[in-house]
């Protein structure tokens, strides 16, 4: 901050976070705040732009400006803090941001006022009349199924938003996922700076872990994707249950991840119109392989679908470029391409390959199939072009993976696969038995993504030394165990366990809240860690799974070192997010 702050910069320093109230140090910083809150929606934080504007103009008034000065004056002739100055240090102290709002254990998420025939929208239901949707944070342990908010208030309350269920296979499940769209009309109203949220009803996992560890691991090996907490739904008086939040992939996201590029092509993958998202190269007529080959015109289905841009971006050709550089399209060589210099730099001059080979190794310790690794579906590519020409990314491509959906990992499989054993270089020899149920009876999955790069030996050793860093350090059965945490102690089980057993009245009877897993069925799965098998699924403990998967890959590595020696990429970790390459 400089001397001064008008009232543009005054908004710019909190727009997307949000001043808790009870945070402010208590004094004058604190009764203007309270003044100020009732310029809004009354909660218990500052969060939207009347708000602020409200604030500025009583921290002018404070100092006998006329309410609307151009200017806040911060600091006097001496250099010290005017009470202005001091106050807005004061809310700096008590602002949230994301990173802030994903690190508490739990929130109450609270939709009263909502029509009752409206409790399983497959499209988003708008709220209309008394509707509000409320969040809080909550103890972990609270024994109370809609507990209130405590000291510290409801941190959000809005009347506009709406609902809608999600997901693939829980979309008509007992107990679905909800997506959450705040419904902004000018941006001004934001939770922690987000616009949408996902509560992910974890509906396959008897633990209610797992994709709190995946999400910890992505974080850990230096991959873009969504941070998560956890939280319990309300819906008018009745309890929903525990769910997963999950931030949403968004330009948000997008600009928190990749700075000023965050205008690009943003596309989510899908099993659609030309298939499933395999990143295969495709030949048309008269031999096109344009970007017209990877989508459908008037299609509902497409297969790549963009979730951002506008309709002059949406040419498909940058993603046309991307698939015919990662199958060393026009490159000599034959079969041996891969293995050359030539494919290394076309590649690396439009895919942040690192970071991709570093997603890729946490991918397969997980034992995560419904992705790119299996399916191949359920991930996102974003083209944010290059540094310094942003605009110009639809002819100067730069794509990274940013995954999504991992509630099928850890040992969760419907297909009598044992994904803890994939051979770390060739994953579509694990998938045969998928493809077999699922659609490619007598195939594997093609990935050639992973599989081409992994072809050529810097890559590979790249993504063998990540490998190890990441069974060094937190996919081992140590560091796991310390993550899940005993009962009564630090960890995640005593995180997710007082909410997960508040959806049923006693061990054995089926929840109330649609969870296909009795209570009985969480405690064995989730802290005793025991073997599940329900329906068509059969489910490892999170901990026998990580051990079986880090001594298999332990043994493989072993082998493979006889090739590629341990250190030979030179690289140090923990592997972090690269900065975007400038374009020449």
């Not at 499940?173 to 949408?196: C, H, T, Y």
């Not at 490998?467 to 060094?472: F, I, K, P, R």
């Amino acid at each position: 901050m400089g001397k001064s702050l008008d009232r543009g910069e005054f908004w710019d320093l909190f727009k997307d976070r949000m001043v808790v109230l009870a945070d402010v140090a208590p004094g004058r910083s604190r009764e203007l705040a309270q003044e100020a809150n009732e310029a809004g929606r009354q909660d218990a934080s500052l969060r939207t732009r009347a708000e602020f504007a409200a604030l500025f103009d009583l921290l002018n008034g404070e100092a006998l400006s006329e309410p609307g000065h151009a200017q806040l004056t911060l600091v006097d002739e001496a250099g010290h803090p005017t009470p202005a100055g001091q106050a807005i240090q004061d809310y700096l102290a008590a602002a949230h941001g994301k990173e802030d709002f994903f690190d508490q254990s739990m929130y109450m998420v609270h939709v009263t006022g909502w029509p009752e025939d409206r409790l399983q929208p497959e499209q988003p239901v708008q709220s209309s009349g008394e509707a509000q949707l409320a969040a809080w944070k909550t103890d972990p342990a609270d024994g109370r199924h809609i507990a209130p908010p405590g000291e510290g208030g409801m941190l959000f309350a809005s009347p506009t938003f709406s609902l809608m269920n999600s997901g693939n296979r829980t979309l008509r499940a007992p107990r679905r996922s909800w997506k959450v769209n705040f419904q902004i009309a000018d941006g001004a109203d934001r939770l922690a700076g987000m616009e949408r949220i996902n509560l992910k009803s974890m509906f396959n996992d008897a633990s209610q872990m797992r994709e709190s560890i995946a999400w910890r691991l992505f974080e850990k090996a230096g991959v873009p994707a969504s941070r998560h907490t956890y939280a319990k739904l309300g819906i008018n008086a009745t309890y929903i249950g525990l769910f997963s939040l999950v931030e949403q992939v968004d330009r948000r996201f997008l600009r928190d991840h990749f700075g000023k590029n965050d205008r690009g092509n943003l596309y989510k993958v899908y099993c659609g119109d030309i298939g499933c998202g395999t990143l295969e190269h495709r030949i048309g007529e008269g031999g096109d392989d344009s970007g017209r080959q990877y989508f459908r015109t008037g299609s509902e289905d497409q297969t790549y679908r963009l979730k951002s841009n506008d309709a002059s971006a949406a040419t498909y050709d940058d993603l046309a470029a991307l698939v015919r550089a990662i199958n060393g399209v026009g490159l000599p060589g034959g079969d041996r391409r891969f293995e050359s210099d030539a494919f290394r730099d076309s590649v690396e001059a439009l895919l942040n390959v690192r970071c991709i080979l570093r997603w890729a190794g946490a991918n397969l310790l997980l034992g995560s199939w419904d992705n790119y690794f299996a399916t191949p579906a359920n991930y996102y590519l974003y083209n944010s072009g290059l540094k310094k020409a942003a605009k110009q990314f639809v002819d100067s491509p730069y794509f990274t993976l940013v995954p999504w959906d991992y509630d099928n990992c850890l040992g969760i499989d419907y297909f009598q696969t044992e994904w803890q054993y994939t051979d770390l270089l060739d994953w579509p020899s694990a998938t045969e038995k998928y493809c077999k149920q699922v659609r490619y009876p007598g195939r594997v999955s093609p990935t050639p993504l992973v599989q081409n790069l992994l072809r050529q030996e810097a890559f590979r050793q790249y993504y063998l030394d990540h490998l190890e860093h990441l069974l060094d350090t937190e996919f081992n059965p140590d560091s796991m165990a310390t993550l899940v945490g005993p009962e009564g102690g630090p960890g995640l089980w005593d995180r997710v366990s007082h909410a997960a057993y508040l959806e049923s009245h006693a061990p054995h009877e089926q929840p109330f809240t649609g969870r296909q897993f009795t209570n009985d069925e969480v405690y064995l799965g989730g802290f005793k860690q025991q073997t599940l098998h329900h329906g068509e699924a059969q489910i490892e403990g999170i901990l026998d799974f990580v051990r079986m998967r880090h001594d298999s890959a332990r043994r493989q590595l072993a082998g493979l070192r006889r090739t590629d020696p341990a250190g030979a990429s030179g690289a140090g970790f923990p592997g972090v997010m690269e900065s975007l390459p400038a374009r020449e």
